[in-house]
């Protein structure tokens, strides 16, 4: 039973491009999304979240949105950079600060 | 600040043989969390512990795995016997306070290998 679906398990993206990387959850009763972001050999470190009862939230290159409705988030870079490459994880918030992650997808920012 | 420090970084044993893992979360941090990541998988909580108290182990597979938080600083968790499938990255993070949805930190990991 995955709460938490990344459906893309990699991305390819030319360096100054924007990067979009989606999420779809199942459970409503999740209050928070958030996005960590994970280089080899190191533990994920928290990006960018979104509360459940917004739609968009922006940090520098870094915006997410969040459609209620649609049990979807996405994650936009923009501009891209080779720095970004690593492997991203959507993650939804339970009751308790339980996390729930996605399966994660490999972003390739090409210079 | 200092982070969250786990050792040992890496450990390969057989099928059967008994491990454990050691965790040292942010000063200050009450919540403590182990989680397993297998290859290719998002990290999957094993226990949450607030203080030196378990919240929830509901995903712990109690028949071979443990885990204690003395004195609600350090933790361990030992898996015994272990199983090919426990293969993974064992992760660690802490964070302030549960009920506030204080950031979740993550040390860096231990890989096991079971062969």
């Known amino acids: 039973d995955q709460q938490v679906k990344q459906n893309s398990p990699s991305l390819s993206v030319q360096e100054g491009r924007i990067s979009i990387l989606n999420c779809d959850y199942t459970?409503?009763?999740?209050?928070?999304f958030l996005w960590y972001k994970k280089y080899p050999a190191e533990g994920p470190t928290f990006l960018i979240s979104?509360?459940?009862?917004?739609d968009k939230n922006e940090d520098g290159r870094f915006t997410v949105f969040l459609n209620k409705s649609a049990k979807h988030l996405s994650l936009h870079i923009v501009p891209s950079q080779p720095g970004d490459s690593a492997v991203y994880f959507c993650?939804?918030?339970?009751?308790?600060?339980?996390?729930?992650f996605g399966g994660g997808t490999r972003v390739l920012v090409k210079p | 600040e200092a982070g969250v420090a786990q050792s040992p970084r890496y450990k390969i044993i057989e099928k059967r043989q008994s491990v454990a893992f050691w965790c040292n979360p942010i000063s200050g941090h009450a919540t403590l969390y182990w989680y397993q990541q297998i290859l290719g998988q998002g990290p999957k909580l094993l226990i949450q512990f607030q203080n030196n108290g378990v919240v929830d182990d509901s995903q712990l597979p109690k028949d071979r795995f443990s885990a204690e938080r003395l004195k609600g600083v350090d933790s361990t968790l030992k898996i015994q016997p272990a199983k090919l499938e426990d293969s993974a990255v064992y992760l660690c993070?802490?964070?302030?306070?549960?009920?506030?949805?204080?950031?979740?930190?993550f040390g860096p990991g231990t890989r096991l290998t079971v062969l």
């Open positions: 993070a802490s964070s302030l306070d549960p009920y506030s949805g204080d950031t979740q930190y």
């Open positions: 993650a939804a918030r339970a009751a308790g600060n339980k996390l729930t």
């Open positions: 459970n409503s009763m999740f209050d928070y």
């Open positions: 979104i509360s459940s009862i917004k």
